[in-house]
């Protein structure tokens, strides 16, 4: 059995190199928005997965019980992970709302 790694984010993604190429605003919008869509999509899956496999165990498919908990355990800490996250976004937004120019 593969072990996989647990992670909302492609590393490739994160751990991209530094590029010196300047970016326009609208074009930063658009990757930042396509990142935060792929995190969303991929905390999705996670949960779509998880739903698979315990409906696979309670209509007694061919599962085992702690690949149900694995998963279901994987969908809990990425939706955690993204909630503490939009938590920090929401917080650094009013921050920066109250903020007198």
């Known amino acids: 059995m593969a072990i996989e790694s647990v992670s909302m984010f ?9 590029t010196t190429n300047k ?13 935060l869509q792929s995190a969303i999509n991929s905390v999705n899956e996670t949960q779509k997965a998880s739903d ?10 061919n599962i085992e019980l702690h690949e149900v908990m694995i998963a279901s355990q994987k ?3 990425a939706l ?13 937004y009013q921050e920066i709302m109250r903020m007198q120019v």
Not at 23 to 35: H, I, L
């Open 10 to 18: 492609n590393v490739a993604q994160v751990n991209a190199p530094m």
């Open 23 to 35: 970016v326009s605003s609208s074009q930063a919008q658009e990757n930042f928005g396509d990142f």
């Open 52 to 61: 698979v496999a315990t409906n696979k165990l309670i209509n007694g498919g």
């Open 75 to 77: 969908s809990s800490i």
């Open 80 to 92: 955690n992970a993204t909630l503490e996250i939009r938590n920090k976004v929401v917080e650094a």
